[in-house]
C-alpha cells in the first residue's frame, strides 16, 4: 500500500511538472519575458531575502552576484531550475528512504534491520545533502520582478517548505538523540518516524501545490 502511495505521488509529480509546466520558474518566465532595462527591485520582498538581496543586503555590502537586475532575473530562473530538479531527486530519495525506515520501525525479528539499516543510513545523508542543495538553491536566489500579496503556488510554496524545512532539521537530532538516550529510544524513534512522514508527505503536497496550484 505504502509503495503504491509512493509510486503514485512521483508518476503524478514527475507527468505534470514536466508535461505541463506549471512550475515558479515557468510562472515566473512568463512573467518576466518582457522587462524594461530599468527595472528595480520588488518593493515587498521578503523579509530574509530583503536581508541577502535588498539595497543594503549582505550580497550587495559583499558585491557578489549580476551587476544589473536583467541579469539577476536570469540567474534567478537558472537557480530555480536547478531547485526544481534537485527537488525531484530529493522526493525520490525521501521516499525510499522512509520506505525502508517505516519496515525497519516495523521489524521486530532484526532479519530486515540487518540488511536494510545501512541503506536506510546512507540515503538519509544523501537526501538529506541534495535538502539542503534544494533549498540553498532558492533561498539565495536573487529576488523575483515581484511578489504578490495573494495566495498563489509560490505562497504555497513557502508555506509548506517551512514545515518540511522543520521535519527535515528534527530527523537526523532525533535519530542521534535516541542512538545516545537508550532509556528514551523508542520515544524518540516514535519521533523521528512522525518527522520522517511529514518531511516526505508536506515536501510532496509542495511539489504537487506547485503543479496544480496557480
Known amino acids: 500500500m505504502i509503495n503504491k502511495l509512493f509510486n503514485s505521488v512521483l508518476i503524478t509529480f514527475f507527468f505534470f511538472n514536466l508535461v505541463y509546466g506549471q512550475s515558479i520558474v515557468t510562472k515566473e518566465y512568463e512573467e518576466n519575458r518582457f522587462k524594461p532595462p530599468e527595472i528595480g527591485l520588488p518593493e515587498n520582498m521578503p523579509f530574509m531575502k530583503s536581508l541577502i538581496w535588498g539595497e543594503r543586503g549582505a550580497f550587495r555590502k559583499l558585491n557578489i552576484g549580476p551587476e544589473t537586475r536583467i541579469e539577476e532575473l536570469k540567474l534567478r530562473r537558472k537557480m530555480l531550475q536547478a531547485h ?3 527537488g525531484i531527486i530529493t522526493l525520490a530519495g525521501l521516499a525510499y528512504q522512509y520506505d525502508v525506515g517505516k519496515k525497519l520501525y516495523d521489524d521486530t525479528e ?3 534491520w540487518e540488511s536494510h539499516y545501512d541503506k536506510h543510513k546512507a540515503m538519509g545523508y544523501f537526501s538529506y545533502m541534495t535538502y539542503m542543495a ?11 520582478r515581484k511578489y504578490d500579496n495573494n495566495m498563489n503556488s509560490i505562497k504555497f510554496h513557502r508555506r509548506m517548505a517551512a514545515l518540511h524545512f522543520t521535519a527535515m532539521m528534527a530527523q537526523p537530532f532525533l535519530a542521534k ?3 545516545e538516550n537508550g532509556k528514551r529510544y523508542n520515544e524518540l524513534m516514535d519521533a523521528h518516524l512522525k518527522a520522517g512522514t511529514i518531511a516526505f508527505f508536506a515536501l510532496s503536497l509542495d511539489a504537487l501545490g506547485i503543479t496544480f496550484f496557480k
Do not use: H
Open 84 to 86: 526544481q530538479w534537485l
Open 110 to 112: 532484526g532479519v530486515y
Open 134 to 144: 534544494t533549498a540553498s538553491m532558492s533561498f539565495f536566489s536573487p529576488p523575483a
Open 177 to 179: 538523540k535516541a542512538v
